[in-house]
């Protein structure tokens, strides 16, 4: 066999193994993520297929588990779908858009869970990392997917009695 002939029966492979080499090292690993208890619940599934691409300005990334989402390389933002509902709570609940969250002020990282939606949907953020106010805008359409039963209340609501 010609030197040319061996040449060229081998170098399309040299160029697919090198081709296989810069995709791996131009990709993201998978964020590792524990899927939430109710996740396979199909209220999940429309507010999973609108996520944003980015978020705070940090762009989306693969996750390992089913109804979950992570933005930002280290991640800066999870999302998980399916969490336990909040019930009453002395935590601050706040209304973005029309989405009531349920903030828990962790001591590196904070919660924020929607409230009055089932499944509940958990954004896990450090807050010195991203702005709560930001992710929660960011993230106000998608969770409006999941339809809204009802709402916060604050001390200074009235509840009719009668």
Not at 67 to 87: F, M, N, Q
Not at 113 to 126: H, K, S, V
Request: charged residues 20%.
């Amino acid at each position: 066999m010609s030197r040319m002939n061996a040449l060229s029966r081998y170098l399309p492979a040299s160029l697919l193994g090198a081709g296989i080499v810069l995709a791996a090292t131009a990709c993201s690993p998978i964020v590792q993520v524990d899927a939430a208890e109710d996740a396979a619940n199909p209220a999940c599934a429309p507010m999973m297929v609108i996520l944003p691409e980015f978020v705070a300005d940090a762009e989306r990334r693969e996750t390992s588990s089913q109804a979950t989402a992570a933005w930002g390389d280290p991640s800066k933002v999870i999302l998980r779908c399916g969490v336990t509902v909040p019930g009453p709570t002395t935590d601050r609940c706040v209304t973005v858009n029309g989405i009531d969250w349920v903030l828990h002020e962790g001591e590196d990282t904070w919660t924020a869970t929607t409230y009055g939606r089932e499944p509940a949907t958990e954004l896990i953020f450090n807050p010195d990392e991203v702005a709560e106010s930001t992710i929660l805008v960011d993230l106000a359409d998608a969770a409006a997917e999941v339809p809204q039963t009802s709402k916060c209340i604050n001390p200074s609501d009235t509840l009719d009695a009668s």
